[in-house]
C-alpha cells in the first residue's frame, strides 16, 4: 500500500478526523497517528463518512456501514 495522502489533502478539519478516528470510524496504528498518511481507499472512505454525515447520518449508523 502506498500512502500518499495526508490530512490536509482531505478537505476535512483535524479536529473532525480525530473524533472519527476516536469513535472507530477509522483504524490506525499509535505510531502513526500524529503524521497519519492515507491511501485512496481509506481517502475514499472518509469522504464517504464526510458526506454521510452531511446525509444527517449517526456515527453508530456510519460504523455499522463500515463493519460490513
Known amino acids: 500500500r502506498?500512502?500518499?495522502?495526508?490530512?490536509?489533502d482531505l478537505g476535512v478539519?483535524?479536529?473532525?478526523?480525530l473524533h472519527?478516528?476516536?469513535k472507530n470510524l477509522l483504524?490506525?496504528?499509535?505510531?502513526?497517528?500524529?503524521?497519519?498518511?492515507f491511501?485512496?481507499?481509506?481517502l475514499i472512505w472518509l469522504w464517504m463518512i464526510d458526506d454521510l454525515r452531511e446525509f444527517g447520518l449517526?456515527?453508530?449508523?456510519i460504523r455499522k456501514v463500515k463493519e460490513q
Not at 478539519?13 to 478526523?17: A, G, H, I
Not at 449517526?58 to 449508523?61: A, G, T
Open 20 to 22: 472519527w478516528f476516536n
Open 58 to 61: 449517526s456515527i453508530p449508523k
Open 2 to 8: 502506498e500512502y500518499e495522502f495526508t490530512q490536509k
Open 39 to 42: 491511501d485512496i481507499f481509506e
Open 27 to 37: 483504524t490506525y496504528e499509535e505510531k502513526e497517528r500524529k503524521n497519519h498518511r
Open 13 to 17: 478539519p483535524s479536529r473532525v478526523l
